[in-house]
């Protein structure tokens, strides 16, 4: 999380867009920028789960990041044009990065209201614009935006592990729908190796063909180290 809100920071100056895909070290619920958490989710069920929990500095819901794929974008807003100018320019990145492994994505439509930030998974009904594979959500993104530059997180399962948030959930939950994995449309799981070249490839014909790959100099790593004091405190991850 810090190191995409230093390239956020970073493409303020430069106007550089970057696309980062990564992975999680250990299983890990990230929660919505503003989505309330506090009387929502038993902390100490999920410590003793060895489960870790952040806030995004995205909005939307929660994900258990564990067996997922996890981009980001950053760059600059004055080339960005509107959000959805900017959601739908992105989501072609997206639509080809999945066609590169072998998965025909789908945009979903609208829907008749937008989901509030409460404690229901993000993957449990695609909002308008996220991808989707035989009518199931696939992918999920938020978006922000603050003084002159954008940062896009968005998620790809690999397989299904979102429902294990409902066991770490204060209220009842009624029963979700699965939503759609790369394992279900692969019939296997891909390496995250082969889905950042998947990417990679979908950047250069879509994007740039001469895009370079993210070099951390000593200036990006100062930010990132200022920005993890805030993201590892308790007092943000658990404000709401």
């Known amino acids: 999380m810090a190191l995409d809100e230093a390239l956020m920071t970073r493409a303020r100056r430069t106007e550089e867009w970057t696309l980062r895909v990564y992975a999680w070290a250990a ?20 410590r003793r789960r060895a489960v870790a929990v952040v806030r995004r500095p995205t909005g939307g819901r929660a994900i258990l990041h564990h067996r997922e794929i996890t981009y980001s974008v950053t760059g600059p807003a004055a080339t960005a044009g509107t959000e959805r100018e900017s959601y739908a320019r992105i989501n072609r990145l997206l639509v080809q990065t999945l066609k590169n492994l072998g998965v025909d994505a789908l945009i979903a439509p609208k829907r008749e209201r937008a989901r509030l930030p409460d404690a229901t998974p993000c993957f449990e009904l695609p909002a308008e614009g ?100 805030q993201y590892s405190d308790d007092s943000w991850t658990w404000r709401r």
């Open 27 to 46: 299983p890990t619920i990230s929660l919505g920028r503003n989505q309330p958490a506090m009387r929502h989710y038993d902390r100490e069920r999920i």
């Open 130 to 229: 996220e991808l989707t594979f035989e009518g199931r959500k696939i992918a999920g993104s938020a978006q922000w935006r603050s003084d002159g530059a954008l940062l896009q997180h968005g998620s790809i399962l690999v397989d299904d592990d979102q429902t294990q948030l409902a066991d770490f959930s204060l209220s009842a939950q009624t029963e979700l729908p699965p939503p759609a994995t790369l394992i279900n449309a692969m019939g296997r799981a891909p390496s995250l190796d082969e889905a950042a070249a998947a990417f990679e490839t979908a950047v250069r014909e879509l994007e740039d063909p001469l895009a370079e790959p993210l070099e951390i100099d000593e200036e990006l790593r100062a930010r990132v180290s200022a920005l993890v004091v």
